[in-house]
């Protein structure tokens, strides 16, 4: 029986992270995403992720993560047309494959994780029509960040609404870009291979491509009493709704709790309207499909803080490979450790000579 989904395939042991989709719980590292978000930073959960994938955290303190940042920023003048790329997904991923492969794992993580934040708000800033920030690192990964597109220091509420969103959607089980870097990995790869592969699985609608037509989204229905309309022509014209259902959860993402909550002291003029949208759309859905609950995914609030923290929406998809960079890495190393070669099999419906 093929099962082009492999829902429900098990291809890893792993200690990164858990999904429960039934409950709705998230763990990462044997830590709830509940209790680290806004408790640990960006640095601190990239440790955790590293450390339960293989690495020694003693290698992994936040110097070398500004480090990693400044190697980085050494590189940009050296990349070509890669920054004119209009989508930062695109830009991301060429950036990304100029970095040369450390040996090492470890130190290839740490480059290509403090590397990821430097290219985007460089490309970001190119778009602009502004000149590049150089990182500080002297500076938390989500301030520097923050700072660099900004071209001046973020507010410390953003910075640590920022600082909370890299955290939570640092790692999520086996999501296809994860599989993506698995895969990769498994065929004894490079780790810069294996996240390039993961940034273009991250970059569709369906995974990680969903927070900027969210916004959007919220744009076109203006205000809470437009909704219901508004998304019953959507799925009228066979559109889904974006931030809205998930693969794995049966209830709402609990990503989507922290981020609302994360956000919650920036005072965005939007979230009052998502949280109506939230609810037209979720009736609405489970009119439609009763035996499907169809909750609020990540998404749906990444949207309303990227967008309060001063991050133009272009950026949203590159914010998440950001912090999830530190999670593939993770599932590389894990994979070196105790994986085997990912070779499923396929069904032939060709003729046969
Ligand atoms: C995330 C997503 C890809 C999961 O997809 P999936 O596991 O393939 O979804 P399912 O197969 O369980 O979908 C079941 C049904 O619900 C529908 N559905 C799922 N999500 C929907 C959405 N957001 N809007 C409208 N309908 C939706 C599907 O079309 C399908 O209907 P069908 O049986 O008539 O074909 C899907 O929910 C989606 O496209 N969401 C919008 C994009 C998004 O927010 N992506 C970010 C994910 S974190």
Redesign the pocket.
């Known amino acids: 029986m093929t099962n082009p989904?492999l829902?429900g395939v098990v291809v890893a042991d792993t200690a990164i992270s858990e999904v429960d989709g039934e409950r709705g719980r998230l763990v990462i590292a044997g830590a709830d995403v509940e209790q680290l978000a806004g408790a640990t930073s960006f640095e601190g959960a990239a440790r955790r992720v590293l450390a339960a994938g293989g690495a020694d955290p003693t290698a992994l303190g936040d110097a070398a993560f500004g480090a990693a940042r400044s190697a980085a920023w050494e590189i940009v003048p050296r990349l070509g047309d890669a920054l004119d790329h209009p989508d930062g997904m695109d830009a991301l991923r060429t950036a990304l494959a100029h970095l040369r492969p450390p040996a090492d794992d470890t130190a290839a993580a740490v480059a290509a994780i403090g590397a990821a934040p430097v290219f985007v708000a460089a490309w970001s800033r190119r778009r602009a029509g502004a000149a590049p920030v150089a990182p500080d690192p002297a500076l938390g990964h989500a301030a520097d960040y923050l700072r660099m597109t900004l071209g001046r220091p973020g507010a410390a509420p953003c910075v640590r609404a920022l600082d909370a969103y890299l955290v939570t959607v640092i790692d999520?089980a086996m999501?296809a870009s994860t599989f993506t870097a698995r895969v990769i990995a498994s065929t004894a790869s490079d780790l810069i291979s294996a996240v390039v592969g993961a940034v273009g699985a991250l970059k569709g609608?369906?995974?990680?491509?969903?927070?900027g037509?969210?916004l959007d989204m919220l744009d076109a229905i203006g205000a809470p009493d437009h909704a219901e309309p508004w998304l019953l022509g959507?799925?009228a014209a066979g559109?889904?709704?974006?931030?809205?259902?998930?693969?794995?959860y049966r209830v709402r993402?609990p990503r989507a709790a922290v981020l609302e909550e994360a956000v919650r002291p920036l005072a965005s003029p939007r979230l009052a309207l998502a949280r109506g949208v939230e609810r037209a759309?979720a009736k609405i859905?489970h009119e439609?499909?009763p035996e499907?609950s169809?909750a609020a995914?990540?998404?749906?609030y990444t949207a309303v803080l990227l967008d309060a923290v001063g991050l133009p929406r272009e950026q949203f998809s590159a914010t998440f490979a950001v912090s999830r960079i530190a999670g593939w890495s993770a599932h590389v190393l894990e994979q070196r450790r105790t994986g085997r070669l990912i070779r499923p099999a396929s069904h032939y419906i060709g003729a046969m000579p």
């Open positions: 989904g829902e999520h999501c609608p369906l995974h990680g491509g969903a927070p037509p969210v959507e799925l559109r889904r709704i974006m931030g809205m259902g998930h693969r794995v993402d759309a859905l439609r499909k499907r169809l995914n990540v998404e749906f």
